[in-house]
């Protein structure tokens, strides 16, 4: 780049280099001129320096950029390109804003922040997924769905290439890349292919990864990890290749350093059981293990971390026993270390002493003979062209051979892992395209660098070329598509270096030919390479050594020592120990060292020596290959693959070398970024146009330097032209494309400093204007009023001075007359005062001594009524205290109580213990009852046989009689019955007289009483007037805001209870909803593919809807059934009913209910008994035959129904016998879940049976009491009627004709007399219980007003607070017992009903019966034959809102109302037409008793939805015409089941249409959780429609034209990544999103769905509006500016006026955008000083600390007049927020889903009012 020197003069900000922070800013304090030598700045500190210039040696200083710039997402999008303006912007992202990543570029940057960030979380990815790569800020998750989304448009495979120094974080980010990939393209079925990708991990990190002294978890190989896609881009299985593992590290560590993970991990865990074979200790104890002196890592637990090792070799589905061989082979590495080798004939010889038990333990792990083992570690064996010879092997060489055969073996074990690996996640199904995640090494360069840097470097010169000409290709496509001239860019190209390297006589195939010659040394290969490449450009020889070389790479030069190159090539391990570990007894081993092109061997095991003629057998090949030319094979096989694919590159950083969080240092990562390529990216970039606009951008960022001429043009590349060739004359700067302008390096500096000149004059110019007409206007003001001032002024002094002369004259008359006024009265008061004096002072001498004696007797009285006082103060204050004392003991005791009470109200055991023997209480009661009947039986029995004997008793007294009467004679007989009747009227007028008195006194006393309960009444009227009275003054007195407050808290938090409750709920239904439909798929899938032809015969048990519902049929039984709640408890098991309140009331209530029968039943058999005694006591006449026969049938049919009874209730007993054993039996939970269905249903079924019996039997026994009270009354009447009328009886005895009559007189009269007393003994105690009864009342109200005197008392004696606290307590407390007592007598009077209607339900039938009867007995008589034809004409019957079907069009049915419904074809009828006709089939099943059909309606009713909603998941109008007609549905069930609480809107002809004979309680609760399913899918639906649109309408779209200010953009905005072929992404605007909230409201409206289901549903859809715009407001640095934050306000402002002109404002929807607000006024507020901080942290109360701060970090100024917001601010920010509790999450979680709530919504229409259309074909419906 051609110097600009008219850049360099003051004030311009330069780079110079700095030794300790490699560049410095300084500021030019002097013009620099063309020739001069030195250039005068200034450091920030204010420090001069002078900066030599020379041609050539110091050119001049790098320029700096505009402050606007600095912390660009994108190194490319700065005006000067050049290292300090790199490493600058990288370290303020780095450590002022806590932003590790960084585009450059196609590379992004990730530096390590050695720190855990809340970035990588689920949130992030949704955030990520689908985004174009420059929308949002740098991540690894941008260049992951990169990588996705051009594979999936352009069906290219991908490779994303991690590299950097070790501990830069290569694997994290290579972790998170698949992560990304993982989520974001799971698998489509349940291999969950996914899991097993990133299970992968642990194992790789346990045997690939140690401890170095640059990171604690560092990768020692490389690997490249092929993630397959199919057609539909699901993951579908993986691959791993791996590259050169550090095998070296398994026999030596440097200090502080450790070996590999899986080392550790195993001697952590060698307490467990499964792990005593392995004889494993501490790593201390291992050689292998202990090298590095430091075993331990911090925060590292090996034990937890080798949990998670196994786990994921159980997930890649590793069997057990293969994971024990493996750990065994990796034990034996450890004691092969610890064999001691003992030297003999000093060291020429060895052996392995006696007894070593780290050999026995490594031969018994492999399962290798020990003798062999210990003779070949020792030995060797040379073969020659004749003979074979075994030699003894050196100390030295022993050691070596060991370590040799311990890397070997770990080697193998590594890729037996990686290739298990391989095949675990390996598919059949065919790959459709990969993406590729390359996890290697970078540039290494040590003090010390041997074979394996080598490697490492060869590696990345390879990378480095192939990074290069990617960049290089990348320009020239992008030049070329904008018809730019092509000119050729200089880069560094290093194929020089790789020829060096690997071509012919390079470096690989000299090492590789010096290991082939039997003598070969590192000191003859090296001078082999100093002859050979001594002239080459990139191969030095150091001046002071004969052993090493010097590479000049591209990163920089290295020097690598030759010493120990030679034997890391070859990696030899002899074959003799290799032989062995071949003929190991464990499969693994062997397999581990056999070629898949060996044959198995048949020689012993036992080594023969012995001359051979033949030729040496050929060491295998595998042997024969060194491992540089594997590691260069695999490298071209990589390099192939990395150029068939489109690479994307991931640059990782170490910022310090400590490993201390967000600490940057410049020098080292300045290294980095020369050898990662990131400055050659720079260069490459700079070399050409780096910056680049498009004509648009570029027209609103600089149209303040065009004319207004200009402006009005249309075509904006034209003034683009025009004004280009105004401002900048050298035409090589600037080039036109057919889309962008493109820019040399440095004028976009240029034209922002143009830019802002022409602001700062303009806004110079509007200064002066406005000063001077603020100058002119304050002139012209000052200068009226001041003449005003002076008028005003002038008047006033003259209008006082002539007021002063007028009060002059006045005064001095004034004067005079009050001078002779006051002497008088100065005489006269004197003369006076001293008369007054002396007559106050004798009174006041003798009143004194009077007050004397007065004061002295009131001093005693007083003394004596304040000690008085204060006694009885403190007697109060001791018993007050006393009183509190005691409340608060009792208060503590009773809130224990109360917390034990609640305990074990929720414990199970409380709940089984209320419910031990529940079931035997009943079962007792039927036994009793059924022994009561016994007993009933029996004393049937004896009463026949009583009225028997009484009957031959009254024959024999009839006999008796009539010979007494022919013995005695007429005289006496009369005179006596004369004398008995004459007293029996004297006693019956007594009787009379005390019954009149009685009455009266009864009388009078009743009034007294009345009078007395009138006063009472009237006195409490008044006394509670008067505590109404004293509430209410109460209440006004305390009443105060902290209740207020402390009452809508409490609501508050009730109501989020109770909405997370509802939540809990919804999620699990949704839930439930999603397993529901995956096993669906499943079913469908198992049908596909085992589908057979022929006719398959369903079991016999099972019914055809089975099939279909998914739910439990509804029982018709009662619900607070004993068996039932039983059953029901049963069937939620103990835990959960014991949580379920209602339940354990309802079995209370069951307890309380069958004690009152228990009781009834008593009451009736001792009534029973009583009345078997009265008629054995009294003579009458027998029953009848036909009673007697009644009778006796009656007791037959209850002694059946009793034995069918007992007989129900063992087969009940014995199915849930069945139950318990088949749960015991079956393990399986299908199995058991059929078996407990079928079971279940036969339950019921007998539940059902058992009720209708027990009817029956209730019947039948009032049918029996009500006979016998029959037969008693007739009795009663025949023998009243045998009784003559008293009143007809004349005064004058009247001697009957015969003694017959007289006879039959006495006994009336004796019968009258009985009669009478029993009616007046009825009467007295009638009236004694009246009196009893107003005496209690008495009593009662007399405590009642002594309860409210105390407690009026009481609480008068409390404070203000105290007595509102009290009586607020008090009233809960009658509230809540009136609420328990109404509860209770609901649930009495609901239990009543149902009695009542199954009750009218028999009869019914049986009535039904008896008409069918007579109609058949009328119709089998004979008719009369008509003479003529009559025609009967049918009665037109009025519609009761009931529709008739057959059974068989039920399919028809739901196939025209469901299945081919059209929204659009019922759009002009009434809304939800389906529900209500459906409703009307279901009310007639109701009104003719069909229970199969109801059922059936509704169970195919409800999966003809859910599969039609399933067919249209992604159809919004369908989702809401369904979700709106199922809900009617559900409120039509509610409005007319005939329960209370629904029917208080209804109508009486609605009311009239409620269901009588089905209660469909539980099919609600399933029309319920339907309608919560479609909720979710409407609501999912729609998210998905507006989602797209969100960020375009909301932050990038222009509402308010003009206002949005455009920033330079790097390269990431003008890559490839948007879809240019498609015409670029989707733009939508705000009135679009607004339109189609509008079509969404619209519609669901149309539909008839409830208003506040709509509020909810818009809630719900601005919730993900607020969460998507937050969530890209907080990832985009371009859109955190003021201008935006004006717009997103705008924005904002026009949602909330949609909402109130929709009224919706009142759905909580714009509470959901209150977040946003806050953010958007955050980005428009001053962000100076301390008030400013007050003022945000009182503003942003929705958004969370870290929202705020990431807001305040990413906030950017758009032009050089704004300030950036300043770190100590932000700081500031932090420490203010310290207090809040917020959520450690960054982003809003999108997929959060309010509770929704369905309001009783009840229809005003009435059913016989609907008409159905014949458009819908229902032609077979009946109008019933």
């Not at 002078?50 to 320029?63: T, V």
């Not at 602001?759 to 204007?769: P, V």
């Not at 109460?1034 to 207020?1044: F, N, W």
């Not at 059909?1493 to 809401?1520: G, P, Q, R, W």
Request: proline share 3%; with cysteine; hydrophobic share 35%.
């Amino acid at each position: 780049m051609k110097n600009n020197y008219s850049l360099y003069v003051k004030f311009t900000r330069v780079w110079i280099p700095d030794p300790e922070d490699v560049w410095t800013a300084a500021e030019i304090t002097k013009d620099y001129k063309l020739g001069e030598t030195v250039l005068h700045l200034k450091l920030e500190d204010e420090t001069p320096v002078e900066y030599p210039i020379g041609p050539k040696s110091n050119a001049l200083p790098f320029l700096r950029n505009p402050d606007i710039l600095v912390g660009e997402n994108d190194l490319t999008a700065l005006s000067y390109l050049h290292e300090p303006a790199v490493l600058h912007n990288l370290k303020v992202r780095f450590l002022e804003s806590n932003h590790i990543y960084t585009y450059c570029g196609i590379v992004l940057v990730a530096i390590n922040p050695y720190d855990q960030l809340q970035i990588y979380g689920e949130e992030v990815i949704n955030a990520y997924s689908g985004q174009n790569m420059g929308d949002m800020d740098p991540h690894i998750f941008a260049v992951a769905e990169e990588a996705y989304k051009q594979m999936a448009r352009d069906e290219r495979n991908q490779s994303i290439i991690v590299s950097g120094e070790s501990g830069a974080g290569k694997t994290v980010s290579a972790k998170y890349a698949m992560r990304f990939f993982a989520t974001v393209g799971g698998s489509a079925n349940d291999t969950n292919v996914e899991e097993k990708v990133l299970a992968s991990s642990p194992i790789m990190e346990a045997i690939g990864n140690a401890k170095t002294t640059r990171n604690d978890n560092s990768s020692r190989f490389g690997k490249y990890i092929q993630i397959g896609f199919s057609r539909h881009y699901h993951i579908i299985g993986a691959n791993m290749r791996t590259y050169l593992l550090e095998k070296s590290r398994v026999v030596f560590q440097a200090e502080d350093e450790r070996n590999y993970h899986i080392f550790y991990q195993l001697c952590a865990s060698a307490s467990l059981p499964e792990f005593k074979d392995l004889n494993l200790t501490s790593a201390e104890d291992f050689t292998y293990a202990s090298l590095g002196e430091n075993i331990f890592i911090e925060g590292v637990n090996d034990a937890e971390d080798f949990k998670k090792t196994r786990e994921a070799f159980s997930l890649l589905g590793v069997k057990e026993s293969t994971q024990s061989n493996i750990f065994k082979v990796m034990a034996s590495i450890l004691h092969l270390g610890n064999i001691e080798i003992c030297s003999d004939r000093d060291g020429e010889m060895c052996h392995i002493s006696k007894g070593d038990s780290h050999l026995s333990d490594f031969c018994k792990l492999l399962g290798v003979e020990h003798k062999q083992m210990e003779h070949w570690l020792c030995h060797r064996k040379l073969a020659t062209t004749s003979e074979t010879y075994v030699k003894a092997m050196s100390h030295k060489q022993a050691s070596n051979a060991r370590d040799a055969l311990a890397k070997h073996i770990y080697a193998r074990m590594f890729d037996w892992i990686v290739e298990h690996i391989n095949l675990a996640l390996h598919t059949s199904s065919k790959q459709h395209s990969f993406i590729g995640v390359l996890d290697i090494y970078g540039f290494e360069t040590f003090e010390i660098n041997s074979f394996e840097q080598f490697c490492i470097n060869y590696a990345n010169e390879k990378l480095q070329q192939q990074f290069n000409s990617h960049v290089f290709k990348l320009e020239q496509e992008e030049y070329m598509k904008e018809q730019i001239p092509w000119t050729l860019i200089d880069f560094y190209d290093n194929q020089p270096c790789i020829d060096l390297i690997e071509a012919r006589l390079g470096i690989l195939d000299l090492l590789d030919e010096e290991c082939k010659v039997p003598k070969g040394t590192d000191t003859n290969w090296a001078q082999k390479l100093y002859k050979q490449h001594s002239d080459s450009a990139h191969f030095q020889k150091p001046r002071m050594s004969n052993m090493s070389f010097i590479i000049i790479h591209f990163a920089d030069q290295v020097e690598y020592q030759c010493d120990g190159f030679l034997e890391k090539n070859r990696d030899r391990v002899y074959e003799e120990q290799i032989n062995i570990l071949k003929a190991s007894q464990s499969q693994l081993v062997a397999d581990l060292f056999h070629e898949k092109n060996d044959a198995p061997s048949t020689k012993s095991s036992k080594v023969n020596v012995r001359a051979a003629k033949m030729a040496p057998r050929a060491p295998n090949k595998e042997h024969r290959k060194t491992v540089g030319l594997q590691f260069r094979s695999s490298l071209q096989l990589l390099m192939e693959t990395l150029n068939a694919t489109t690479p994307h590159y991931v640059r990782c950083i170490k910022p310090n070398d400590f490993k201390e969080a967000f600490t940057f240092d410049s020098r080292r990562a300045v290294q980095q970024l020369r050898a990662c390529g990131v400055l050659e990216t720079i260069r490459i970039s700079a070399a050409g146009y780096p910056s680049r606009w498009t004509y648009l951008d570029f027209f609103s960022r600089y149209r303040v330097l065009m004319k207004k001429s200009d402006l009005m043009s249309s075509d904006r590349k034209l003034v683009c032209r025009k004004l280009l060739e105004t401002l900048i004359k050298d035409s090589d700067m600037f080039q036109f494309g057919k889309t962008k302008i493109f820019f040399r390096a440095g004028q976009v500096a240029y034209l922002e400093k143009l830019r802002a000149d022409k602001f700062r004059a303009a806004c110079i110019m509007i200064q002066k204007t406005v000063r001077g007409w603020l100058q002119r206007v304050r002139y012209r003001k000052i200068h009226k009023m001041a003449i005003t001032l002076q008028r005003y002024g002038r008047g006033y002094l003259s209008r006082r001075y002539a007021e002063y002369l007028r009060l002059t004259r006045a005064a001095i008359v004034c004067q005079k007359q009050y001078r002779m006024v006051r002497d008088r009265r100065a005489y006269l008061r004197t003369r006076q005062a001293v008369i007054t004096i002396q007559a106050y002072a004798k009174g006041m001498f003798t009143r004194r001594i009077y007050w004397e004696f007065l004061l002295h007797h009131k001093a005693m009285i007083i003394q004596k009524n304040v000690r008085g006082w204060m006694q009885r103060r403190k007697f109060r204050r001791a018993r007050n205290a006393a009183i509190i004392i005691q409340c608060a003991f009792r208060r503590m005791r009773a809130k224990r109580q109360l917390k034990q009470l609640k305990i074990e109200a929720r414990s199970a055991e409380h709940l089984k213990n209320l419910n031990t023997g529940m079931e035997n209480k009943i079962v007792q009661l039927q036994r009793k009852m059924d022994d009561q009947s016994k007993d009933y039986k029996a004393q049937n029995v004896k009463l026949q046989q009583v009225n028997t004997t009484l009957e031959s008793e009254v024959s024999k007294m009839h006999k008796e009689l009539e010979m007494i009467r022919g013995q005695q004679g007429d005289g006496g007989q009369l005179t006596s019955m004369q004398k008995e009747l004459e007293r029996l009227r004297k006693e019956l007028q007594e009787a009379h007289a005390q019954r009149k008195k009685l009455e009266e006194e009864h009388g009078s006393e009743k009034m007294s009483l009345q009078q007395r309960v009138e006063e009472l009444e009237t006195e409490n009227a008044l006394l509670k007037s008067e505590k109404e009275e004293m509430n209410q003054k109460i209440r006004q007195q305390v009443k105060t805001s902290a209740e207020d407050s402390n009452a809508s808290q409490r609501e508050v938090s009730l109501q989020s209870e109770l909405d997370a409750e509802r939540l809990r709920y919804q999620n699990l239904l949704k839930e439930f909803s999603k397993v529901e439909l995956r096993c669906e798929n499943l079913k469908e899938e198992l049908s596909l593919t085992k589908f057979q032809p022929g006719h398959r015969r369903n079991e016999s048990n099972q019914s055809s809807l089975e099939s279909d519902s998914n739910f439990p049929s509804v029982s018709m039984s009662e619900v607070g059934d004993t068996e039932d709640s039983i059953q029901l408890v049963e069937e939620m098991g103990m835990e959960k009913a014991a949580m379920d309140i209602s339940l354990f009331m309802k079995l209370q209530k069951r307890v309380r209910e069958l004690e009152q029968e228990k009781k009834r039943l008593q009451s009736t058999v001792d009534k029973m008994e009583d009345l078997a005694k009265r008629r054995g006591s009294e003579a009458r006449s027998p029953t009848s035959d036909q009673e007697a026969a009644d009778l006796t049938y009656n007791n037959l049919k209850r002694e059946e129904l009793e034995s069918e009874n007992k007989k129900l209730k063992d087969d009940l007993n014995t199915l849930r016998k069945n139950i318990a054993e088949r749960a015991a039996e079956n393990n399986t939970n299908n199995e058991l879940q059929d078996s407990y269905n079928l079971l279940l249903s036969q339950l019921k079924a007998a539940n059902e049976e058992l009720d209708a019996r027990k009817e029956e039997v209730l019947i039948l026994r009032t049918q029996i009491v009500s006979s016998a009270q029959r037969q008693e009354q007739n009795e009663q009447v025949q023998q009243s009627e045998n009784v003559p009328n008293v009143s007809e009886v004349p005064d004058i005895p009247v001697v009957p004709e015969d003694k017959e009559e007289a006879l039959k007189a006495y006994q009336g009269l004796a019968e009258s007399k009985r009669l009478l007393e029993s009616q007046l003994q009825s009467l007295t105690r009638q009236h004694k219980d009246e009196l009893d009864a107003l005496h209690t009342q008495i009593e009662l109200l007399k405590d009642d007003i002594e309860k409210k005197q105390e407690l009026l008392s009481y609480t008068m004696s409390l404070s203000p607070e105290a007595q509102v606290e009290y009586s607020i307590q008090q009233e809960i407390t009658r509230l809540t017992n009136d609420n328990l007592d109404l509860k209770e007598l609901v649930e009495k009077l609901e239990k009543n009903e149902r009695k009542l209607k199954k009750q009218l339900r028999i009869y019914m039938k049986k009535v039904q019966e008896l008409e069918a009867a007579q109609a058949a007995a009328l119709s089998s008589r004979s008719r009369p034959e008509l003479t003529r034809q009559v025609t009967v004409q049918r009665k037109e019957k009025d519609f009761e809102g009931m529709l008739e079907y057959d059974k068989e069009d039920e399919v028809f049915l739901l196939k025209s109302l469901i299945t081919d419904m059209k929204p659009t074809s019922v759009s002009a009828t009434v809304p939800c037409l389906p529900a209500y006709i459906l409703f009307m089939c279901i009310r007639h099943a109701d009104y003719i008793n069909d229970d199969q059909k109801v059922e059936s309606l509704l169970t195919s009713t409800i999966n003809a939805i859910k599969k039609v909603l399933k067919k249209n998941s992604d159809d919004f109008e369908m989702t809401s015409f369904w979700l709106a007609n199922t809900s009617r549905l559900l409120h039509c069930l509610k409005q007319y089941s005939g329960d209370e609480a629904f029917m208080t809107q209804n109508s009486p002809k609605q009311n009239e249409h409620c269901l009588k004979n089905f209660d469909l309680a539980e099919y609600r609760q399933v029309l319920s959780d339907l309608s919560i399913q479609i909720y979710q899918q409407l609501i999912k639906v729609a998210e998905g429609i507006i989602q797209p649109m969100i960020v375009s309408a909301m932050l990038e779209s222009e509402s308010i034209p003009s206002l949005a200010a455009v920033k330079p953009t790097g390269y990431r905005n003008r890559s490839s990544s948007m879809d240019m072929d498609s015409g670029g992404p989707s733009s939508y605007t705000l009135e679009a999103l607004i339109r189609q909230l509008g079509q969404f409201q619209s519609m669901m409206s149309e539909h008839g769905l409830d208003p506040e289901i709509v509020g909810q549903v818009i809630r719900q859809l601005f919730h993900c509006i607020n969460a998507i715009t937050l969530n890209n407001l907080l990832l985009r640095k371009d859109v955190c500016s003021w201008s935006k934050g004006m717009q997103l306000r705008y924005n904002t402002s026009q949602m909330e006026e949609w909402l109130r002109s929709h009224n919706l404002y009142q759905s909580k929807a714009a509470e959901s955008l209150e977040p946003i607000i806050q953010a958007a006024q955050l980005l428009q507020v001053k962000k100076k000083t301390t008030q400013d901080a007050e003022a945000i942290c009182s503003l942003c109360s929705a958004l969370t600390t870290q929202q705020i701060v990431k807001l305040l970090n990413l906030y950017t100024p758009l032009n050089e007049f704004e300030e950036r917001v300043t770190v100590s601010f932000i700081r500031n920010i932090q420490n203010r927020l310290q207090e809040r509790n917020d959520p450690p999450q960054l982003l809003v979680d999108t997929k959060h889903t309010f509770p929704v709530l369905f309001p009783y919504t009840p229809s005003a229409l009435s059913l016989d009012g609907m008409h159905i259309p014949a458009s819908l074909g229902l032609d077979f419906l009946v109008r019933v």
